[in-house]
């Protein structure tokens, strides 16, 4: 019977072929998953079993057709979590992260937060885990997407709310108070070319119009209308929008704009502060 060298061998000769990369890692984190243990562990794993055997070969089969590792093992890592996730959420994304850094060094301490168009609650999670001094609400207006984010923030003190974010009802109890808005919305242009995984996202949570930008317009008017004076908005866009999310920012009244690239040198998302009241 074959170990799990022999597997992962097989395993990942397959997926490279799908298209899958890195096809390893991959095939290891599937393997991990089957067996219940850390991925760095395989090499002093016993044996699959007959029945470890077939789970992970069905793993592979349905990862070779381009769904999504996370929605294979049922999570997705995210900052010093893990997040669960599958058909009906968005899987969050490791470039993410540095929103969230940003937002992590321009929080106050006891400071309010607003995680507009949420998803599965990632950027809410990884906030209100790490500054455990904030209020943090995470607004989701897909009811399945929410039912991910409700699940996720339950070890949290974060509040998810099933809502639009961009509707002027939404949290309008908390305009003018709000130290922080970040978000993550739908921003990927409807004639862009995806990798095939995006398929299984909600459409909604990955497309806005032609130029992708639908959504984030009425966000940073509606971010506006949350925030205090001084108060700070980032959120996450294509690498298409350098130029034109800054934009927005500055046009809705926001000061000190800058846009921030990831860790491949792609613009990533924009920040902006709101002017103080005259």
Known sequence: MPDWGELLRSAAERLAESGVFPARVDAELLAAHVAGI???????????????RASFDHLVGRRTKREPLQHL????????GEIAVGPGVFVPRPETELLVDWALEHLPEGGTVIDACSGSGAIAHAISTERPDCSVWAVEVDPDAFEWMEANLRPTTAVPVLADAVA????????????LVVANPPYVPMDMEVAPEVDFDPS??????????????????????????????????DDTHGRAAPEILRVSGFTDVADHEDLAGRSRFATGKLGLSP
Request: hydrophobic share 40%; glycine share 14%; net charge negative.
């Open 73 to 80: 093992t049922g999570s997705a890592p995210f900052r010093y």
């Open 38 to 52: 850390r991925r760095g562990q395989l090499i002093t794993a016993p044996d699959p079993t007959e029945s470890q």
């Open 204 to 237: 909604g949570a990955v497309y806005a119009d032609a130029a992708g930008l639908a959504v984030i317009q009425p966000l940073a008017s509606r971010a506006r209308r949350w925030l205090r004076p001084g108060g700070w908005f980032g959120f996450e866009h």
């Open 168 to 179: 002027e009802g939404t949290l309008a109890e908390l305009d003018g108070t709000i130290d």
